[in-house]
Nanobody, 120 residues
Framework: VQLQASGGGLVQAGDSLTLSCAAS????????MGWFRQALGKEREFVVA??????SYADSVKGRFTISRDNAKNTVSLQMKSLKPEDTAVYYC????????????????WGQGTQVTVSS
């Protein structure tokens, strides 16, 4: 599975931004997809994930971020609203063969990161 992330950028606090992840090599409907992020000097952390059985969100983004998938296009999108400076990080698209990945161990494939910077 190859993952290609896009959509990062520089925004102001309170703005919205949408990230996209295009998958190739395997149908999205058969794998779990998610997003992790890594801020400068911090460990990579779970943000959100989705699979056929539902979705999971980190507490820090609940109510502000929404993940969706388009199986026909084999893409996953992350809509981010009410962005905060603490959301600043490199965001990584991830896929898990067995389930929607909510921990680093559950990730089987990584996409390249895309930088999201939120200014105050």
């Amino acid at each position: 599975v190859q993952l290609q992330a896009s959509g990062g950028g520089l925004v102001q606090a309170g703005d919205s931004l949408t990230l996209s992840c295009a998958a190739s090599g395997r149908a999205l409907s058969s794998i779990g997809m998610g997003w992790f992020r890594q801020a400068l000097g911090k460990e990579r952390e779970f943000v959100v994930a989705i699979s056929w059985s539902g979705s999971s969100y980190a507490d820090s983004v609940k109510g502000r971020f929404t993940i969706s998938r388009d199986n026909a296009k084999n893409t996953v999108s992350l809509q981010m609203k009410s962005l905060k400076p603490e959301d600043t990080a490199v965001y990584y698209c991830a896929a898990g063969r067995a389930k929607r990945p909510t921990t680093l161990r559950e990730v089987d494939y990584w996409g390249q990161g895309t930088q999201v910077t939120v200014s105050s």
